[in-house]
């Protein structure tokens, strides 16, 4: 077997001041390169200012990129595991939940109509398909919906149609479960085949989803700050024959608030 190619440290990155709310691949995302292999990433999330003993709704955004500096496509990504910081919360009660069965056949727009209401998150990816002989670039919508519990952990699904080389629709379902200490949360998310030999390359997306349950105002994503950061862990599982792992961190300041 092949030996995998580890790298940890490189990856984590301390973002200051009001760069840390710019998206995108510029200056200011996390930058890692495997031989020929680069992956970017960053995220952000609003607001900024959080209070230190209770939770406040936030916005999420994020991105990441994977590409090769030859040019072409990058390995198959196979695994993606994320942790969420311990200052970070999650509120489903009384949020509709979508079942994958309901939405496996669906468009996008089909979709979001099934399950409008228990949209949390939209955003895009992108990926490389073979068309005939030659490779070509394609994007498509993604949406991201609160899912069924699971032994009593949270879920999420990740639902993409696109109609390019062929219509295909894709729903992932995303165990989300609650964990101790540095981290809160832990998703995975296995990528699946896209087409015949796709390859991901590209995903961005924004979780900000408000709703009324029982006369109150919640939030999917809520935060406080005590640290004064918040700190995403990602683990990225390649299936080239060096079977690439890229593992670190992110971490963005927040400034606790009294109240």
Request: charged share 20%; net charge positive.
């Amino acid at each position: 077997m092949a030996r995998s190619k580890l790298l940890r440290p490189v990856l984590l990155v301390a973002f200051v001041g009001t760069l840390a709310l710019a998206l995108g691949g510029g200056a200011n995302a996390a930058l890692v390169k495997v031989g020929t292999l680069v992956l970017r990433a960053d995220g952000s999330f609003k607001p900024t200012h959080l209070p230190r003993g209770s939770y406040a709704p936030i916005d999420l955004f994020g991105r990441a990129d994977i590409t090769l500096t030859t040019g072409g496509p990058p390995p198959a990504l196979r695994e993606v595991n994320l942790d969420f910081d311990r200052d970070g919360r999650l509120s489903t009660q009384g949020l509709p939940k979508c079942s994958i069965d309901r939405i496996r056949n669906a468009t996008t727009r089909q979709a979001r109509s099934i399950c409008g209401k228990a949209i949390i998150g939209e955003g895009f990816v992108g990926a490389w398909f073979r068309e005939g002989e030659t490779r070509v670039k394609g994007t498509a919508p993604a949406t991201l919906f609160n899912g069924p519990r699971l032994g009593g952990n949270l879920s999420a699904i990740g639902h993409v149609f696109t109609d390019f080389p062929s219509p295909r629709t894709y729903a992932v379902l995303i165990p989300i479960e609650k964990t101790r200490g540095q981290y809160a949360y832990h998703a995975h998310l296995d990528i699946p085949q896209i087409a015949d030999d796709g390859v991901l390359t590209h995903i961005d997306g924004k979780i900000s989803r408000r709703y009324r349950y029982r006369g109150k105002e919640r939030s999917y994503v809520s935060a406080r700050c005590t640290a004064g950061v918040l700190r995403v862990h990602g683990h990225f599982q390649f299936s080239n024959p060096d079977a690439t792992i890229i593992d670190g961190s992110i971490e963005k300041p927040c400034y606790p608030e009294s109240r």
